[in-house]
């Protein structure tokens, strides 16, 4: 098995002004660049001075609104067949849309995020749309991740607890991973479920877990990447995505109003640590707490109806895939615990 991981990791303040040094670095000087929506306007400057005073040709410029997968087959096929590298800068869909580009055409993506909502940005799979619907796709873990984690504390701070909460997830994701090695012998990658224990204990450790602090933004960053790595060792999405996920998931198709990935991802983690048993479940509430995550939810709480149909959806998202939602007990225990528990009053309404 092939493993790759992100040779180029730059995570710092002010990054965006050095990034045509870094692709120089890396020899690429023929560039296609996809902006997310909104994200020329903002930032599209500081990326021209750059990437000019390095003299990195941009062969190719455009601004993505979209993650169906036939406009990405359509796009990948019209670039220039000089480019060298893919950059991808804004928000999940223009990154998801990349990894795609460049995994079709076998070229190396560098993927600038401009918020941190979930672990896209560093993982090996693209959220595409196919015929309508939302589907997982193997797709290419980015060759570069450069963040400015002065653009990521500017961004709004819902992006930033989300990525708090697909971060947290790390914890319930593993539990069930092991459940399903111990019940369904399925296997069970060790180096995988340590990088992606230690990248959550990382954050939780932390001290200072202010969300406008650069420290801990470059913390966090770090660890989502880390996520995405898991993934790739293990070639799979179990270190990073459990029964909580699966929850997530249903909700999105569920709600009239879904949430962000990682919002309902946290929320979610929160209800099932508690079903598992999880020894961590009073880590992921301090956590929560700590970083200002419950308190947003609380004034944003996720639709309460639609969250228990979620959990009894969450089986069937995926095939093959043993959680401790897979016990039925388990899921009714979970849904009473949905509609009585005080606590969790504050992530639902
Ligand atoms: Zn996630």
């Not at 580009?101 to 993982?123: E, H, R, V, Y």
């Not at 877990?209 to 790595?229: W, Y």
Request: with cysteine; aromatic share 10%; charged share 20%.
């Amino acid at each position: 098995m092939e493993i790759s991981i992100p040779t180029l990791l730059r995570i710092k303040p002010n990054a965006i002004y050095k990034i045509g040094k870094y692709l120089r670095k890396e020899r690429f000087t023929r560039i296609a660049l996809f902006y997310g929506t909104g994200i020329k306007e903002l930032l599209g400057e500081p990326l021209a001075i750059s990437l000019d005073s390095s003299e990195i040709q941009v062969v190719h410029e455009e601004t993505i609104a979209t993650n169906d997968a036939e406009e990405v087959i359509k796009s990948a096929f019209t670039l220039p067949g000089n480019v060298q590298a893919i950059v991808a800068i804004g928000g999940g869909k223009v990154v998801d849309y990349c990894k795609y580009a460049a995994f079709i055409l076998q070229l190396p993506i560098i993927s600038m995020p401009t918020s941190i909502s979930n672990d896209g940005f560093a993982s090996p799979g693209a959220s595409l749309v196919v015929n309508g619907k939302r589907k997982s796709q193997k797709a290419k873990i980015p060759f570069g991740v450069v963040i400015d984690t002065e653009v990521i504390r500017k961004s709004p701070e819902f992006y930033t607890f989300s990525g708090i909460g697909d971060l947290v997830s790390k914890y319930t994701a593993v539990f069930d991973w092991k459940l399903a090695g111990r019940v369904k012998q399925e296997p069970v990658n060790d180096f995988s479920v340590l990088i992606s224990i230690n990248a959550v204990d990382m954050m939780v450790s932390y001290k200072h877990k202010e969300i406008r602090d650069l420290e801990f933004l470059r913390l966090i960053c770090g660890c989502l990447v880390m996520s995405g790595v898991a993934m790739e060792v293990s070639g799979s999405s179990r270190p990073a995505s459990g029964s909580e996920h699966l929850i997530s998931h249903a909700y999105e198709t569920i709600a009239p109003q879904p949430s962000l990935h990682g919002l309902q991802v946290g929320v979610a983690t929160y209800a099932i640590s508690w079903l598992q048993n999880n020894p961590e479940h009073h880590t992921i509430k301090k956590v929560l707490e700590d970083t200002g995550f419950v308190n947003y939810l609380s004034q944003n709480p996720l639709d309460k109806a639609s969250f228990i149909e979620a959990i009894k959806y969450a089986p069937n998202v995926k095939e093959n895939y043993y959680t401790v939602l897979s016990d039925k007990d388990n899921m009714a225990r979970l849904i009473d615990f949905v509609r009585k528990d005080e606590y969790f009053g504050n992530f639902v309404r």
